[in-house]
């Protein structure tokens, strides 16, 4: 992992931790690494590892077993997905459609133009 210089580094770690999550690298009930293993490999403070642990389970996709570490939380892949689709639309889609709207662009150009760039990949069961 590369860390830039202009985000926060606990950020950095959590969202590190949340695409793991996403994709499947880091599954429910998987051990992420600890504190201690983070700030010796990447040469970081501790206590900021810690607090992008503290954020994460907070969110609720990390949990703390007293004793021998920290864990994927059960439904954290779930919760992420939904966010990010939740972000996607607002965040992404949204303004997207209205600077379509905006160059003159139509609903139906937008759908033939949607549709052909998912024949071929839509994903299982989300059609």
Known sequence: MQFDSVTPIYVQIADDLRRQILAGTLREGDQVMSTTAYATTYRI???TAAKAFAQLIEEGLLEKRRGIGMFVAAGAPAQLREEGR????????APALEQ???LGIG???IQTFVATQFSGWATPGKE
């Open 107 to 109: 609903a139906t150009e």
């Open 100 to 102: 379509a709207r905006a």
């Open 86 to 93: 939740n972000a996607y639309f607002t965040d992404v889609l």
């Open 45 to 47: 403070n501790p206590a």
